[in-house]
């Protein structure tokens, strides 16, 4: 029976357009100020600005990679662990690192499947009965060794079984 706890989009992209709204700001202001979060970085490496059409079908979605909830995040000043819903795990400081405009938070996907893996080992489960534990499949857990993106739900449901803050697994990103 899969685990009943997820992340919460619908939350977050609440959170975020009552903040937006708060401080007057249309998508276009909204975009350019997470761009802006990491814009040294993003002036270093010549890469693109946060793009406000795309901003508002995450809004409309609710639900986004991994990578992409950090950076909404951050603008909040939340942690992913604020926007879980159902029972989840006491799992300590959830406090995201703290990252000036010359760095991004990225997840390390290959780290936490490391510790995926060797908490399932430790626990004698199959992939296919961790899969079946945390609602998805096998593929979707074993793919994260080498994946750059990962749905942000799953991300928690992982870092929630292992009984760890999702902190332990965002890092600053520098170029």
């Not at 977050?12 to 997470?34: C, I, M, T, Y």
């Not at 409309?60 to 950076?71: E, N, V």
């Not at 995040?73 to 400081?93: A, I």
């Amino acid at each position: 029976m899969p685990i009943a706890l997820v992340f919460n989009g619908d939350a977050l992209v609440a959170e975020l357009d009552a903040r937006r709204v708060r401080f007057a700001l249309g998508w276009p202001a909204l975009a350019e100020e997470l761009t802006q979060q990491s814009g040294e970085l993003r002036a270093a490496l010549n890469d693109h600005a946060v793009c406000s059409g795309a901003l508002v079908r995450t809004v409309r979605r609710g639900s986004m990679s991994c990578q992409y909830a950090l950076m909404l995040l951050q603008w909040l000043e939340r942690s992913p662990e604020d926007f879980l819903f159902g029972e989840g795990r006491e799992v300590g400081d959830t406090r995201l690192p703290s990252v000036g405009t010359d760095a991004r938070l990225r997840w390390d996907l290959p780290e936490l499947h490391g510790a995926v893996n060797d908490e399932r080992r430790r626990r004698g489960l199959t992939w296919a009965a961790l899969a079946e534990q945390l609602g998805c499949t096998p593929s979707r857990l074993t793919n994260l060794r080498t994946a750059r993106l990962a749905d942000m739900d799953l991300a928690m449901r992982l870092t929630q079984w292992l009984g760890r803050p999702a902190a332990d697994f965002v890092h600053p990103a520098t170029w």
